[in-house]
């Protein structure tokens, strides 16, 4: 069966992506800026231990997403965990949770794209690919806002994301949905992404033909010793090895 | 301290509930509370039941136990919330759903025929609602996994139910999910068997909401104590 459809993963996969190095410097203060708020109990404590908190607390909303595949609106990430010890009023957190969400996703962690994105973009669209990204994401706007800095948005139809779905990959419901928007056929789908947690085993859930997985930072804090027996078709180091894998599965 | 029932019905709206909602109310202030989240079934059967009328107005049917509640409540100085105990047509799986919108029901008169993962993406642009799986070890009744929602109700007090709470609490804590206590009030035996501590008072779903999402389990109240 001839494939033409490829999904793609965001962050890890068409974006390499670090924590930074510093965020403990200057995260407080520009939290509180985004709240519009001085002299808060975020600035007010110590340093360390404000930024440990924060940390600690993420971490708890992590945990939570990792075990469910629910994804919970940022006014509520916000509120409910990371700031939950901080006591800054909920309209507050409310009025600017997208700017927290948005500072997470683009000052805590940096993003650039992979070497080779549009090669292998215009490779796929030559080919009458139809393409689409599912992102794992806490925000409404990063990854509309990250493609469309890159000059790659319009190559995909779709843009489905966890903050819209309320639902998160591995779920099948989320490849379901990107496919179904795209009026697309799940055995003509591959699945690109830089987790087996959350990608490999996703779309093989989902019923996708193919998964590859492309290794980036993020891969070895998502995929642990549970996720062991699943392995992808395919392993790449880079973006333009898929165009060969699309063109051998389309030749036999 | 303040005790709050979560899951409760009333002989108005639910079509197996036995006792009035003001009956209920005051039973439940006797019993020490400050106040109960009433949570009717939201079922195709239970709407069916109010006859042949437009889904507005089974909406407004719906919501009249916990208007004849909120009318008691001033008198009884108690807090009267409401949610509903969803059952979509995938399945019998219960949620309790807190934080909906009287216009968010009335918007959606499909809704009884989406799957979760549907009521989910439906539910995700809204702030302040939660969503747990009722009594999920129930007889027929199937644990979500991978699991969609926040939370499972981890204690259901209804005592002419098995509803294996032994096995919802470890799953939950496994995943860290939310949790709850209910008692599934419809008869006189059920009052006060479950329910939640709060350390300070809830007027609003939204209080109610984020409250509930720090329960710990030494919060919860079991067969009427903690």
Redesign the interface.
Known sequence: MKLDTVLFDMGGTLEEIKYVADAQAFLPKRLEQVLGLEGSQLTRMDIHACYARLKHNYA?YR??RE???????P??VW??WIL?DFTIA?DVI?DH?EELAHVWETEVITRRTRDGIEQMLDALARRDIHMGVISNTGSFTQVHESLKQYGIKSYFEVIVLS?????RK??P?VFH?ALKSMQRDALRSMYVGDTISRDVIGARNAGLLKTVQIASEFTKLSDDASTGGYRPDYVIHSLMDLVPIIDEINET | MYRYETHAHTKESSLCGHIAASEGLRLYRDAGYQGVVFTDHFNQENLDAYGRISWEKKIDRYLAGYRNAAAAAENLGMDVLWGIELRLSENDNDYLVYGLTEAFLKAHAEMLSWSIPDFMHAIACLRDVLVYQAHPYRQGCHPLLPVVVHGFEIYNGNPRHDSHNDRAERVANEQHLLILSGSDFHRHEDLATGGVVFSKRVKSISEFVCAARTLQSTSLIRKGSL
């Open positions: 708890s945990a939570f075990e469910t595949c629910v994804e919970v609106h006014a509520m509120r409910d939950k909920d409310f949770c903050s819209e779905l309320g639902i591995p779920h419901y949905h």
